[in-house]
């Protein structure tokens, strides 16, 4: 299979630049960063991708996982708009299921079969990392929004096609099912919204179910086996079996889950790891690297700037996901006044792409930046996105710089790749790559377009996050 190719290279300049602009006497300091243009490339990549090639190593105590963009094991793009166009309206369907986890949404009467603590559309599920589980290599999908960590299983009643062999559990000596009447069994319902069904002879074992909103699911045996992230093995590890599993899952074994309750691979190896990972997302969706790392020696990040920690705040309603508390955000070196503030944190997540505002914050943020970004000639709105300009035409140019601040003065500089989203690839729109809630009271969302070139660190020990500048690799 043909792989696509997604080249951004917008990478190649990215120093900030300060200029000083004198309106009516008075000195307005507008902090730009240089975006290129002029070598954005939409190409398809012509080798053959291996799905199930991704690196690992292992290097003062901390297990690094090579991360890549899951288009790498998907087949050739037919047309670039289409997907850009695309992966924003799936990127809605995601938010607008975490937003009907809130009580009182207006969401929950539409989608209230959606389980409280499961991942949700899994189309915008971009990373992905190879890890080995009793012996076969397998390639999954990273996700910090929901827990169980599963794979599709032989034999299979229903399996989407992947590219490498399904996992065997006939062909691994440390395989071993789950029973109906363990502690395990029962942690089920708190991680994936549905208590364990009991089948089988004896003893019975324990059949798991999943749904993740789209319908998309993933159905089997609770299970436990040898799982070896990089060098570090991982004796006993529970999983799920997935005999019957539906959705778009890409050509992926499985997904793996990263977020906060007892069964998420954090909590499993947290004796290994000490409840400490951290990841950087490259900025290209082609065969750029970024990293998974597990453990919490930072001295293995490629960080070019000091960690920003915050704290992490507790939601009762959303207790298996990673909140802060968002205090500021700077357009361009100004810092808006007042933002409003819900109480109820910002979510940071490895699978939404766009970074979702509350209504009066985006509004605040919209006006600034359209103000300091002037002269471009603004056209319509695609989806989610409505700042959006032509710069066709542009070699390259300055924008404005785009700073979030946290509780404990943490900040997160958010890479120049990650300020602006491609609707067409001939940059005739080009949009300001956040987006507005529908209401006040919503949960806001920090994607994964904002966390590119970030090193985002997941302390879950001492309850904090981190954020830091570093241009992702697996070197
Ligand atoms: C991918 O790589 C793995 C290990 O390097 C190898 O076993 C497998 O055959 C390769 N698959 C394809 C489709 O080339
Ligand atoms: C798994 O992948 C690694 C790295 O590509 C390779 O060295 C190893 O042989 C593979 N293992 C199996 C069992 O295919
Ligand atoms: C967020 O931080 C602000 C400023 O430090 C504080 O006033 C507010 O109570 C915090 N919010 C939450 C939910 O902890
Ligand atoms: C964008 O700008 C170019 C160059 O100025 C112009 O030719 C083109 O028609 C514009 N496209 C749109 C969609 O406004």
Not at 83 to 103: A, H, M, N, P, T
Request: aromatic share 10%; charged share 15%.
């Amino acid at each position: 299979m043909v792989g696509a190719l997604f080249l951004l290279p917008l990478m190649l300049s990215t120093f900030v630049i300060h200029h000083l602009s004198v309106a009516n006497g008075v000195s307005i300091y507008g902090e730009k960063t240089v975006l290129s243009l002029h070598k954005f490339q939409w190409k398809q990549h012509s080798g053959i991708p291996n799905c199930s090639s991704q690196k690992s190593r292992r290097e003062n105590g901390a297990t690094i996982l090579e991360m890549k963009h899951r288009d790498y094991c998907s087949g050739p793009v037919v047309d670039w708009n289409e997907k850009l166009q695309k992966r924003l309206i799936s990127d809605e369907i995601r938010v607008r299921s975490f937003e009907s986890r809130i009580k009182n949404s207006v969401y929950s009467g539409i989608e209230d079969q959606i389980p409280l603590t499961s991942g949700i559309k899994l189309q915008t599920l971009n990373y992905i990392v190879t890890v080995e589980l009793g012996g076969m290599n397998m390639t999954v999908i990273v996700d910090t929004g929901s827990d169980l960590t599963w794979v599709q299983c032989q034999p299979c009643k229903l399996c989407y096609n992947q590219q490498n062999p399904l996992f065997n559990p006939s062909k691994s000596p440390s395989y071993k099912s789950v029973s109906c009447d363990s502690p395990t069994c029962q942690s089920l319902q708190f991680a994936t919204g549905n208590s364990g069904i009991c089948s089988g002879n004896s003893p019975p074992i324990c059949n798991y179910f999943v749904s993740y909103g789209d319908s998309s699911y993933t159905r089997g045996d609770l299970s436990r086996d040898r799982l070896i992230l990089g060098t570090t093995s991982v004796d006993d590890f529970v999983f799920g079996c997935g005999r019957n599993n539906r959705g778009l899952f890409g050509a992926t074994s499985g997904l793996m889950g990263l977020g906060r309750s007892d069964l998420s691979l954090v909590s499993q190896t947290n004796s290994l790891f000490g409840g400490v990972f951290s990841y950087c997302l490259p900025s290209t969706d082609d065969l750029a690297s970024g990293s998974l790392i597990l453990g919490g020696d930072s001295s293995v990040y490629k960080n070019s700037s000091p960690i920003s920690y915050t704290r992490m705040i507790p939601n009762p309603q959303l207790s298996i996901f990673y909140l802060a508390n968002l205090t500021g955000i700077s357009i361009g070196g100004v810092k808006l006044p007042d933002l409003g503030n819900n109480g109820n944190g910002i979510l940071v997540d490895s699978g939404t792409v766009i970074t979702r505002l509350l209504p009066s914050v985006y509004r605040a943020v919209k006006d600034e930046f359209v103000k300091q970004f002037s002269g471009f000639p603004l056209v319509q709105g695609f989806s989610i996105l409505d700042t959006c300009f032509n710069l066709t035409g542009y070699e390259e140019v300055n924008i404005p710089t785009l700073r979030l601040h946290f509780e404990g003065d943490a900040e997160l500089n958010v890479d120049v790749t990650g300020i602006f989203y491609f609707v067409k690839t001939d940059a005739s729109q080009v949009c300001l790559a956040l987006a507005s809630l529908s209401y006040e009271d919503e949960i806001a969302i920090i994607g994964n377009y904002q966390q590119r070139n970030i090193r985002v660190v997941y302390d879950t020990k001492e309850s904090k996050l981190g954020f830091a500048k570093e241009t992702c690799s697996f070197m």
